[in-house]
């Protein structure tokens, strides 16, 4: 992974296109700390269909998001072909260290130039886990919200206590 996030010369920025069911999502680099294999997986069928369980990384169990079950209520199984990105904190919740989602092929990481990227969104396509979607080289791609994918795991997790 690259930990220039921004390249002075170009004004691009550092992002992994994440490939999901239901297209690609797109996130700056500095917001993942690790492109992983997809095992080992705790599946936790008690909650949610969107809450796959758990990841375990670097001893620590992560919380596994399918970020399609959580806003189309479809797909986002666990592909054993996929990788398992784990999100670094936002600094919203200091509740939540890292949350993770599976993806359904390999991630790649692009450089985008914003003069590249163009707002699609129609008002009221997004759910409440998209700040946007865009066209980035000719590739439909949402940008997640992170924070609310936190928000929905701590919802959840608070249920339980």
Sequence with gaps: ??????????????????????GALLVPSISIAEVASVAPIFPDNSGPDWFLGHYNWRNR?????????????????????????????????????????????????????????????????????EVMSVNCEGEEMTIPDLTALEDAYLAYKDKLL
Excluded: H, W, Y
């Design 1 to 22: 992974m690259n930990d220039n996030t921004v390249d002075n010369d170009t004004g691009g920025m550092a992002c992994f296109v994440l490939p999901i069911q239901a």
């Design 61 to 129: 169990r992560v919380p596994l998001i399918s970020f399609e079950k959580l806003t189309r209520d479809q797909g986002g199984g666990i592909n054993p072909n996929g990788r398992i990105v784990l999100f670094k904190n936002t600094g919203a919740n200091t509740d939540v260290g890292f949350i993770a989602i599976p993806t359904q092929g390999i991630p790649r990481e692009v450089m985008v130039m914003m003069e590249d990227v163009t707002d699609n969104a129609v008002q009221g396509d997004l759910s409440p886990f």
